[in-house]
């Protein structure tokens, strides 16, 4: 290439929405590879017009699979050794046949659920739980550290999205779409119903209470039905599924705003309402623990909640920001 | 940087095509994705660009180094795809849908800090800017058809797309 393109801002931005012609995206490439100042102010500029995501920016194109299957092309189409018409035919036909092929491996490729490169909206939560409605009304709360991914074509035919962490889901019935829920190495199906799922790291699994309808966890092995009023629970480990009879409602108490108390123990009721309320609660006579009370609770404060449990156990409670402190004697 | 010249010799041809995937193939891919803007199918598009080389070894015949062939290759392939299926209208339509249907839970949540400052970044840009911009980046017009639609030259369209850049990366690196 003899011509020589000066690259500029004014190249880079051609260059980055989609307007450089062959010689100047070469231009713009060995310009960059250049000097390490080059590359700052393009990377500048990149960010820029990905409106500072610059998720994939760095990121190099996986070649690998791309080269799989060239050379699975390539071992079908071999070079040619020697002209021969007669084999010119059947080679024709192999060739017809492999570009058959081709199309058929490139377009399966591009046919991939999880194709990573969909437009995707991020749904991220840290210290908030979030109640929200996805596109096809769907009601989700997600839980706190929690991630919801879903791609621009939900709601298109199949709805998928794809979680780190927790989230309850309340999924707008829809008999011809069905809702599909990724997390880790399983999918979660249903048609319309509700349901919670948790992926729990330090214990390496995932877990789906089912408060209404059937869902079917599954993997490419094993699949699961779970039905309203019980859990299943997929070990990250063995691969395994199980499928548990009964579950806590306290533990969707973050999504749905309802406890059920009966006979539990302070702590047991404190960790509940640690998860629901996005507070530490301390103890300042560790023996209060051990106290227990019946009760149920439906959308209520915090401090409502408190205030039935001072009651009831006599003691006291203090809440300063974030934290809570109980005190008391022994409880009767 | 490696230069080859297209020839098919045939022992020669198995080892150029190999090398050349390995040194183009990842920036082959980057400028794909500027017009597609999809990194799946800017990969697929550049995997096509090899596999028809391949195939045509045999046949073909240029005058310049296997980098220009690929680029100019690429080129077309994207600007044919962006044709054919209308990449572009699509994509911004579904950036359109997308934005109105999930805005409020968009708006919440997905935006961290640095992206609300840039979208405040582009309401603030000058009028004309502010729209050239708008135009590039989420309807996914080219030049000419900005040029076109706002009865503008392509050399305006081009000095506040840079404008428009340049100040966006001003309020990023405040910052970051």
Redesign the interface.
């Given at each position: 290439m003899n011509a020589v393109h000066k690259v500029d801002e004014e190249l880079i931005t051609k260059y980055l929405a989609g307007e450089a012609l062959p010689e100047e995206a070469m231009a713009l490439h060995d310009w960059v590879a250049k000097s390490e100042d080059n590359k700052r102010m393009f990377l500048q500029l990149e960010r820029a017009w990905n409106l500072g995501n610059d998720a994939h920016v760095a990121e190099s194109y996986d070649k690998e699979p791309v080269w799989k299957n060239l050379s699975a092309l390539s071992e079908q189409l071999p070079l040619r050794e020697k002209r021969n018409s007669y084999f010119t035919l059947s080679r024709m036909a192999a060739a017809v046949a492999l570009l058959f092929i081709s199309g058929w491996v490139i377009y399966s490729l591009t046919d991939r659920k999880d194709r990573p490169s969909n437009e995707f909206i991020v749904s991220k939560t840290k210290v908030t739980i979030l109640d929200q409605k996805l596109p096809d009304s769907t009601r989700v709360v997600l839980n706190r550290f929690s991630q919801l991914t879903f791609s621009n074509n939900f709601s298109k035919s199949v709805r998928e999205v794809s979680l780190v962490g927790e989230c309850y889901f309340d999924v707008a019935h829809k008999p011809d779409q069905p809702f599909i829920v990724t997390v880790d190495d399983i999918k979660i199906k249903v048609l319309g119903t509700a349901f919670n799922v948790k992926e729990d790291s330090t214990l390496s699994i995932v877990e789906t209470l089912v408060t209404r309808g059937v869902v079917m966890m599954y993997n490419i092995n094993d699949s699961l039905i779970i039905r309203a009023g019980e859990s299943g629970v997929y070990d990250k480990t063995t691969k395994n599924f199980k499928l548990l009879s009964n579950f806590d409602v306290n533990n969707v108490g973050y999504a749905t705003g309802k406890f059920e108390f009966s006979d539990t123990s302070l702590k047991d009721i404190a960790i509940h309402l640690e998860k629901v309320f996005g507070v530490k609660i301390y103890f300042e006579n560790p023996r209060l623990q051990a106290c227990r009370m019946s009760s149920t609770f439906e959308n209520n404060s915090l401090e409502f909640i408190l205030k039935i449990l001072s009651a009831t156990l006599n003691i006291t409670y203090e809440i300063k920001g974030n934290t809570v402190n109980i005190a008391g004697n022994d409880c009767q | 940087?490696t230069q080859y010249f297209l020839k098919s010799e045939?022992d020669g041809?198995?080892k150029l095509?190999e090398d050349s995937?390995?040194s183009f193939?990842?920036?082959l891919?980057?400028?794909a994705f500027?017009?597609?803007?999809?990194?799946?199918?800017?990969?697929?598009t550049?995997?096509?660009i090899?596999?028809k080389w391949?195939?045509k070894?045999?046949s073909i015949l240029i005058q310049?180094?296997v980098?220009?062939y690929l680029?100019?290759a690429?080129?077309h392939h994207?600007l044919n795809a962006i044709r054919d299926d209308k990449v572009r209208k699509s994509?911004a339509e579904?950036?359109k849908?997308?934005e109105a249907?999930?805005r409020?839970?968009?708006d919440?949540?997905?935006y961290e800090e640095?992206?609300f400052?840039?979208?405040q970044t582009?309401e603030s840009l000058p009028r004309q800017c502010h729209i050239i911009f708008c135009k590039?980046?989420f309807e996914?017009m080219?030049?000419s058809q900005i040029a076109t639609d706002l009865t503008i030259s392509i050399k305006t369209v081009?000095?506040q797309?840079?404008k428009a850049?340049?100040i966006?990366?001003g309020s990023?690196?405040e910052?970051a």
């Open positions: - | 940087m045939k041809f198995k095509f995937f390995n193939f990842d920036e891919c980057r400028y500027t017009y597609l803007q999809d990194r799946e199918r800017a990969k697929d550049v995997q096509v090899f596999a391949w195939e070894k045999d310049q180094t980098r220009g680029y100019s690429v080129y994207c994509y579904n950036y849908r997308t249907e999930a409020e839970f968009v919440t949540v997905c640095v992206d400052k840039i979208r582009i590039s980046r996914n080219t030049y081009e000095t797309m840079t850049l340049k966006l990366r990023i690196s910052i």
